[in-house]
């Protein structure tokens, strides 16, 4: 008697799932994205360039002036404290040429790259800083 007790008790369970059949693959209507072409011809977005390498520099005055300098070459952040903002985002005409504040920068100057750089400011003039 349990035997048909259990036999019919697996039956009722497997039953629901031998009614189930394939499900329905609903699609949405299609409809034109209006974005899509504007997308498609926009130009590609250009990121701006990354820090190549970021230096401490202690200045004659005993101040520090730390500089981001970027890789393309001609651009260089300065900051008078390390987790700030930058102070300056200066550029170079080229590669290998003073970096120069332009508008809203000016009277900053940052020429050299390596251990030694001079340092100008609109604050603390010209001086010589080492890293």
């Known amino acids: 008697m349990t035997k048909h007790l259990l036999l019919a008790a697996a039956f009722a369970a497997v039953l629901p799932l031998a009614?189930?059949?394939?499900?329905e693959t609903i699609?949405?209507?299609?409809t034109p994205d209006a974005q899509a072409d504007e997308l498609a011809k926009a130009a590609p977005v250009?990121?701006?360039p990354a820090i190549r390498e970021s230096r401490t520099y202690r200045c004659k005055d005993n101040s520090v002036v730390y500089a981001s300098f970027l890789t393309d070459g001609t651009t260089v952040e300065v900051r008078d404290a390390q987790e700030e903002p930058p102070i300056a985002t200066l550029k170079?005409?080229?590669?290998g040429e003073p970096f120069v504040g332009g508008p809203g920068f000016e009277g900053f100057k940052?020429?050299?790259s390596g251990e030694t750089v001079t340092y100008?400011?609109?604050?603390?003039?010209?001086?010589?800083?080492?890293a």
Do not use: I, R
């Not at 699609?27 to 299609?30: F, G, K, V």
């Not at 170079?92 to 590669?95: D, L, T």
């Open 19 to 23: 009614a189930c059949g394939k499900p």
């Open 27 to 30: 699609t949405a209507p299609e």
């Open 46 to 48: 250009a990121l701006p």
């Open 92 to 95: 170079a005409p080229a590669a």
């Open 110 to 112: 940052l020429v050299g």
């Open 120 to 130: 100008t400011s609109p604050d603390s003039g010209t001086q010589s800083c080492k």
